[in-house]
Each structure stands twice: as structure tokens, then as C-alpha cells.
T-cell receptor, first 110, second 115 residues
């Protein structure tokens, strides 16, 4: 069965304390892995799409990487405004279906 | 314009009511989606429209009825809902045509409460 698992479920960081979020997947025929940020009561906001193992993408304090079994979202020197739920999603072999992981709730304290 | 607009933002309805959720985008996207998200859970796919035709229905109960009147609009008609249907309903859109899905643009959602 296709699965997307994110860890940790929740993460508390001090401002400036770098860390990483993990997304592991067991899907056949991965066509893309997506990272989204979601604030409470809002829709997910697109961050990155990764298509092949070894690919990396960066945006401000965020960097996403992809291997054949997992993806990491690295957060460097986070700020309180980075607090949100970070969702990983995979696009599988057919169609436009995205399957989301349960998310990691990130809290950054000043 | 890179927005997906959903209305209403909040909706309270009784179990015997009929209501509709609306979604609009003007990015020229030809694929549109409905997702359901319960509190502290990830979004779950309900329906996908591709070129105004229903391409994916994730075995959603018939009390939810999607409609795609044109390439910019997507509706979700609600009838005889249950309290457990209370959730955030998200609309999204994406480019279509080609083997690669680049990204989905999400609206802010409609927070639905069924009494």
C-alpha cells in the first residue's frame, strides 16, 4: 500500500536553531514529491516540487532534498514566522492525485 | 493573478439543507480539485476535474456532488450532510496536459459546520 510518513509529528525550536523535517514514502512510480506550508485555517501554500533522487531546491531559509525513499526539509536559522504545519505530498504513477502525509507542526520561539 | 478564490469562507448548515461551495481561478488551469481536511489531519482528495470532465472520484458519498461549469469554475453541491462532514473544504487548481504535475494552487478553503 502506498504510504507517506512524516516525522516528527511536532517540533519546537528556538529562533536560530536549525533542524530537519523528514518525509518517507513507499509508493511505486513516484512522479513528484511536494512540500507545502499550511497556516491554521488556510489552504496549503506551495514550497517545492522534487522529481528525482539527488535533486535539491532552496528558498530563503528552506532547503528540500530527495532520495529514493525519503525527502528532507532543512530549516536554517528559523524565525518565529516559519511556524506552521509542513506537509509532504507525493504524486503517484497515474493521474493528478496527490497523497499527503500527516504533516509536521513546527513552532519557533523567539 | 495566481489566486484560487473560494466562497463562502464559513458555512453552517443543518442536515436537511442544500448548499453549494464555489471555487474560481483565472490562471488558465485546466485541472481543478476538491479536498477535504479534518482538524489536525492532512487534506484528502475528493474529486479531480480535468478539462471540465470528472477524472477522479475517490468514492465520495453521493451527498457531495461536484460540478465544473467551465474551465474557471468549480462547485461542490451539498445535500443531507452529516455532522461528521464538518471540515475545511479546499479547492485547488493546476496546469494540465503533459506528464509532469508541477504544483497545485490551493484556495483558503470553506470551513463547513454541519449541525
Amino acid at each position: 500500500e502506498d504510504q507517506v510518513t512524516q516525522s516528527p509529528e511536532a517540533l519546537r525550536l528556538q529562533e536560530g536553531e536549525s533542524s530537519s523535517l523528514n518525509c518517507s514514502y513507499t509508493v511505486s512510480g513516484l512522479r513528484g514529491l511536494f512540500w507545502y506550508r499550511q497556516d491554521p485555517g488556510k489552504g496549503p501554500e506551495f514550497l517545492f516540487t522534487l522529481y528525482s533522487a539527488g535533486e535539491e531546491k532552496e528558498k530563503e531559509r528552506l532547503k528540500a532534498t530527495l532520495t529514493k525513499k525519503e525527502s528532507f526539509l532543512h530549516i536554517t536559522a528559523p524565525k518565529p514566522e516559519d511556524s506552521a504545519t509542513y506537509l509532504c505530498a507525493v504524486n503517484m504513477e497515474y493521474g493528478n492525485k496527490l497523497v499527503f502525509g500527516a504533516g509536521t507542526i513546527l513552532r519557533v520561539k523567539s | 493573478d495566481t489566486e484560487v478564490t473560494q466562497t463562502p469562507k464559513h458555512l453552517v448548515m443543518g442536515m436537511t439543507n442544500k448548499k453549494s461551495l464555489k471555487c474560481e481561478q483565472h490562471m488558465g488551469h485546466r485541472a481543478m480539485y476538491w479536498y477535504k481536511q479534518k482538524a489536525k489531519k492532512p487534506p484528502e482528495l475528493m474529486f479531480v476535474y480535468s478539462y471540465e470532465k470528472l477524472s477522479i472520484n475517490e468514492s465520495v458519498p453521493s451527498r457531495f456532488s461536484p460540478e465544473c461549469p467551465n474551465s474557471s469554475l468549480l462547485n461542490l453541491h451539498l445535500h443531507a450532510l452529516q455532522p461528521e462532514d464538518s471540515a475545511l473544504y479546499l479547492c485547488a487548481s493546476s496546469q494540465e496536459g503533459g506528464a509532469i504535475l508541477e504544483k497545485l494552487f490551493f484556495g483558503s478553503g470553506t470551513q463547513l459546520s454541519v449541525l
